[in-house]
């Protein structure tokens, strides 16, 4: 099975940026790896996706424009680049692991880490 491990997350300022990444023990390309959120008393969401190839990305409507997903490969992480930061970002992010590409739903994703929290203030 596949392991993540998330890191980065903090505390910032609205307006501001701040990236996680998501360590992979997985290195097959066909493996799909998606950030979701979950704010307290919500349900998890699809934030973005991208395939370890690196072909495909794809994202959430909330978080287009702002967010970007890549591979760090020299480090074996997918990160996430979060940009112009809202309050209403606040939540933890997961990462999760799957083999279907443009998922968004979570029984997609066999694999998850932990998560780190992410606080956005005003």
């Known amino acids: 099975q596949v392991q993540l491990v998330e890191s980065g997350g903090g505390l910032v300022r609205a307006g501001g940026s701040l990236k996680l990444s998501c360590a992979v023990s997985?290195?097959?390309?066909?493996?799909?790896v998606a950030w979701f959120c979950q704010a307290p008393g919500k349900e998890r969401e699809f934030v973005a996706g991208?395939?370890?190839?690196?072909?495909?990305?794809y994202y959430g409507d909330s978080v287009k424009g702002r967010f970007t997903v890549f591979r760090d490969a020299a480090k074996d992480t997918v990160d996430l680049q979060m940009n112009t930061l809202k309050v209403e970002d606040t939540a933890k992010y997961y990462c999760a692991a799957g083999i279907l590409a443009y998922a968004r739903d979570l029984r997609s994703f066999a694999s998850w880490g932990q998560g780190t929290q992410v606080t956005v203030s005003s």
């Open positions: 991208m395939t370890l190839s690196g072909s495909i990305t």
């Open positions: 997985e290195r097959t390309v066909n493996y799909v």
